[in-house]
C-alpha cells in the first residue's frame, strides 16, 4: 500500500510534513482534502482523523496526525536514508530538543495566530482584531530577539547541524513577509539564518509546485 498523506496544499501543517518527506527521498500518494469545501469534516475523513484537521497520515494502515508528530515518525523510520535531522549525541541532540520546545513554544504561538489574524481571516471575509495583532507582534519580536542571540552564536536554533527544529519554521518564514512583517530582516543572525534555510531546494520546490505526492 505503502505512506498516505491526507491533506491541503494551503495548509501550513500539511507543507510541514511534504517537506520532511521530500527531505529524507520517502515515496507517498498524496490525497488531498479541501478546507474550503468542508471535506475535513467529512464523515469517512473524521473516521480516520476524529478532530477534522490535516494532515493526516495512513502508513500500511498505522494512522497518525499532528503534523510534527507525523515528522518525528518519518525521520525515525526513515533515519538511514535522505537528509539526517535528528542529531544523536548527547548534547546536540538535547540542543535539538531545545530549539524543538523553541519552535512551536515561541515562534510558532506568535506567528501563527498573527498571520491568522492579518492574512487568514480577511480572506474569510472576516476583520481582524488589532489588540490581538498588537500582542502577537509584541511576542513574536520578543521571540526574535532571543533568536537573534542563539543565531549569533550558532549556526541554527538547534546548535550547529540543520535539523527539524530549524525546517518546523519555515511555512510562517515564508508568510510572514505577506502580512508586513519584516522582523526577520531587521536582525542579522535570523536573517543570514532564515534565508538558508528559506533557498533549501526542497522548500523552494514545494513553494514552486505546491503539495503533490511522489512515486
Not at 2 to 13: D, E, Q, R
Not at 36 to 58: A, L, R, T
Not at 62 to 83: D, N, P, W
Not at 90 to 105: D, P, T
Amino acid at each position: 500500500m505503502g505512506l498516505k498523506l491526507y491533506g491541503f496544499s494551503h495548509s501550513t501543517n500539511t507543507q510541514r510534513v511534504v517537506l520532511v518527506l521530500n527531505e529524507l527521498k520517502v515515496p507517498f500518494e498524496y490525497i488531498s482534502v479541501d478546507l474550503s469545501k468542508g471535506e475535513h469534516k467529512n464523515e469517512d475523513y473524521m473516521k480516520i482523523q476524529p478532530f477534522g484537521c490535516v494532515p493526516c497520515i495512513d502508513d500500511d494502515g498505522f494512522v497518525l496526525y499532528e503534523s510534527r508528530a507525523i515528522c518525528h515518525y518519518i525521520v525515525t523510520k526513515y533515519a538511514s536514508q535522505g537528509t539526517p535531522l535528528v542529531p544523536s549525541e548527547l548534547k546536540a541532540n538535547a540542543l535539538y530538543a531545545q530549539g524543538l520546545s523553541l519552535e512551536v513554544g515561541s515562534f510558532d504561538a506568535a506567528a501563527a495566530p498573527l498571520v491568522y489574524e492579518k492574512l487568514f481571516k480577511p480572506y474569510q471575509g472576516k476583520t481582524p482584531d488589532e489588540h490581538s495583532v498588537k500582542l502577537f507582534e509584541s511576542n513574536l519580536l520578543q521571540c526574535l530577539d532571543g533568536y537573534e542571540k542563539i543565531l549569533s552564536k550558532q549556526k541554527y536554533i538547534g546548535g550547529n547541524e540543520l535539523t527539524l527544529a530549524d525546517l518546523y519554521h519555515l511555512p510562517y518564514l515564508t508568510l510572514l513577509p505577506q502580512v508586513g512583517c519584516n522582523a526577520v530582516d531587521e536582525r542579522p543572525s535570523v536573517s543570514r539564518w532564515a534565508k538558508e534555510i528559506l533557498a533549501r531546494p526542497t522548500w523552494k520546490s514545494l513553494m514552486e509546485d505546491g503539495v503533490k505526492g511522489s512515486a
